[in-house]
């Protein structure tokens, strides 16, 4: 594998995701940022930002596989959120674990969260973007 995911002792322990990734693979795959449409082009949970999210993993993990790779080549993610509040948390989270559930993510790599004022179309409540790291 690629990629080492870490939580180093000295900074805090936070579960979505692992602080640090080492990558040592020499082949860089950059995702862009996938929303929550299906392979049609249709938008899957509109109005439920936790149904978004999931589609965006498993789209995240689509591009993945057409370059060879798997969420455990991921060396970071970066997310946008429309309207972002702190009392949203739970719902992002909820989409986290059923994505992870979904593909069998066990160690979820580094992540930034952004709010943001709006997305390309006005029902996209998230984005999520990925860098991965093929051998």
Request: charged letters at 15%.
């Amino acid at each position: 594998m690629a990629v080492t995911l870490l939580n180093p002792a000295g900074l805090p322990v936070v579960d979505v995701y692992r602080q640090v990734s080492v990558a040592s693979g020499s082949k860089l795959v950059f995702v862009a940022g996938q929303v929550g449409w299906d392979a049609d082009g249709v938008t899957v949970g509109a109005g439920d930002l936790a149904a978004q999210v999931e589609q965006c993993y498993v789209n995240i993990a689509t591009a993945l596989a057409a370059a060879g790779g798997s969420f455990a080549d991921v060396a970071r993610l970066t997310c946008y959120v429309v309207d972002w509040t702190p009392d949203m948390m739970p719902t992002l989270l909820e989409g986290i674990a059923r994505a992870s559930a979904r593909l069998g993510i066990t160690q979820p790599p580094p992540a930034s969260m952004l709010g943001v004022a709006a997305l390309d179309v006005p029902e996209h409540l998230v984005e999520i973007e990925a860098t991965a790291v093929l051998d």
